[in-house]
């Protein structure tokens, strides 16, 4: 991209299978626009702004996802949040993992009864948490609802949602999945972790996001028909918001018609990310526990030079990256994290490869402890 006059190689942008800039999705767009404008349909899904085409996507996603039905939702962030807090009543408990994205942790904060968070990927403590619910759950009458991801976002490991299943017989409980991160990018032609690692069929609520893989807006939840029928109902931020402009969802079902049919997309994304995380791991980058295209890259070091690194690769070699910081991340570790898409080719990571290099030599021998962190300007 151009970023403030300069050419530079991005790898910080959710594009994952390349739809951002692909000749046939922005034909679909630019036609549905002119076709429609961004005013159409005017009012609320349950008003005046349902058509044919809202219901086709639903139709179209709950067939791809293997589930009875599929609700659209306007905004991924909102959507996931206002779907948690709409699943749970005062007397069920929640359980997640620590690492759950903000979007879930607000929801659950909506959550008027108890909730108990369990050590990331850790099936111990996990299990120690179930029991708590369980226990309380047995006084209130009330259900328990886990949650976890998919693809957790910045390291890039997958939730054991195959191990957590294990447990369900046990303790009774329902699966909500946030996939944002693997709708698209993982499991048969991208239907995401839980298909990935076979337990499709014992994810009780599975969300995904437009803004990821489709580089789109908007989001949804694909479950049994019944707890589709009550969102609907229920979710107040879609009941009272307006309907997703027809461009979007026609967009959105030409995305979907092209991951089903061009696996290659898919395949693509998997080479260029496995040469890049291969090509850090060859060069003694430390990568993390990743099992997903997410590529972290943990450097040792303070916020300043986080910082200073971070335009050092900009400025100087071109290559535009996200930083992490504390508190995601412990205060001494630097992590930049990669987005790599089926679009990026073998050069760029052989580039990129280099260009980290270079900067971890400088970082490791002092040489962005200035005291003024470099100019963003």
């Not at 904060?109 to 120690?128: A, C, I, P, T, W």
């Not at 395949?267 to 099992?291: E, H, M, P, Y």
Request: glycine share 10%; aromatic share 10%; proline share 3%.
């Amino acid at each position: 991209m151009t970023f403030r006059g300069k050419p530079v190689l991005v790898w910080s942008l959710n594009n994952y299978i390349g739809f951002a800039n692909d000749p046939e999705v922005r034909e679909t767009d630019a036609k549905a626009a002119a076709d429609w404008g961004m005013g159409y349909p005017m009012g609320a899904r349950m008003m005046s702004g349902q058509t044919k085409y809202h219901e086709q996507l639903e139709a179209d996603l709950a067939s791809f996802m293997g589930k009875d039905d599929a609700f659209l939702l306007n905004f991924g962030y909102q959507g996931c949040q206002s779907a948690i807090e709409s699943l749970v009543s005062r007397n069920d408990v929640i359980v997640y993992d620590s690492e759950c994205h903000a979007c879930m942790i607000d929801g659950i904060r909506l959550h008027q009864g108890k909730r108990y968070v369990f050590q990331h990927n850790d099936m111990e403590s996990f299990e120690k948490q179930l029991k708590h619910a369980k226990k309380l759950t047995e006084q209130t009458g009330g259900g328990i609802l886990v949650l976890t991801e998919g693809v957790f976002g910045m390291a890039g490991d997958q939730g054991k949602l195959a191990e957590i299943c294990k447990f369900k017989a046990e303790y009774g409980f329902r699966l909500f999945v946030d996939d944002a991160h693997g709708f698209g990018t993982i499991g048969r032609d991208g239907r995401g972790a839980p298909d990935f690692q076979g337990v499709a069929d014992q994810v009780d609520v599975y969300f995904g996001t437009f803004a990821k893989a489709m580089a789109t807006i908007g989001a949804f939840v694909a479950s049994d028909q019944h707890v589709i029928e009550y969102l609907r109902y229920n979710m107040r931020s879609q009941i009272f918001a307006k309907s997703l402009p027809m461009p979007i969802v026609i967009g959105a079902i030409k995305r979907l018609e092209m991951m089903r049919t061009r696996p290659e997309l898919q395949t693509n994304l998997w080479n260029i990310s496995g040469a890049l995380q291969k090509g850090l791991r060859d060069a003694g980058f430390d990568i993390g526990k990743t099992d997903s295209v997410v590529t972290p890259v943990f450097l040792k070091g303070t916020l300043g030079e986080a910082t200073n690194v971070t335009v050092e690769l900009r400025e100087t070699y071109g290559v535009f990256c996200s930083i992490v910081v504390y508190p995601v991340v412990p205060k001494d570790v630097i992590m930049l994290r990669l987005i790599p898409t089926t679009v990026h080719t073998l050069k760029d990571v052989e580039y990129t490869i280099e260009c980290f290099k270079k900067v971890r030599e400088k970082l490791e021998a002092g040489a962005y402890k200035a005291e003024k962190i470099a100019s963003w300007a």
